[in-house]
């Protein structure tokens, strides 16, 4: 069974750093999209960063240059270094992988795998 387990969430300081794995498990690793995704409270969930197949990446304008997203296939966990935290960075993240893309992130759609989220919490 396809599983995605997040790790690594936490309490920090605005300019501190957070580094969130996501271990893969399943057929949920080898998939063409793989990203993250965070939730504010009272917020739509947005997109945060991707990398398909082929390494290429994208991320959200008000993360670029402060997150990286990359992955250890051998290990099937997805990352997302995260630096220079800011309050407004704060949220729930999810990882997900899709076959498909969907613009710049991966598809939410019905074939999508969900991990079950990491808190980031950070203060100024």
């Known amino acids: 069974q396809a599983q995605l387990v997040e790790s690594g969430g936490g309490s920090v300081q605005a300019g501190g750093s957070l580094r969130l794995s996501c271990q893969a498990s399943g057929n949920s690793y080898s998939r063409y999209c793989m990203g993250w995704f965070r939730q504010a409270p009272g917020k739509e969930r947005e997109g945060v960063a991707t990398?398909?197949?082929?390494?290429?990446?994208t991320y959200a304008d008000s993360v670029k240059v402060r997150f990286t997203i990359s992955r250890d296939n051998a290990k099937k966990i997805l990352y997302l270094q995260m630096n220079s935290l800011k309050p407004e960075d704060t949220a729930m993240y999810y990882c997900?992988?899709?076959?498909?893309?969907?613009?710049?992130?991966?598809?939410?759609?019905?074939?999508?795998?969900w991990g079950q989220g990491t808190q980031v919490t950070v203060s100024s």
């Open positions: 997900a992988t899709s076959p498909f893309r969907s613009g710049a992130y991966c598809s939410t759609g019905q074939r999508t795998t």
């Open positions: 990398i398909v197949s082929d390494g290429r990446t």
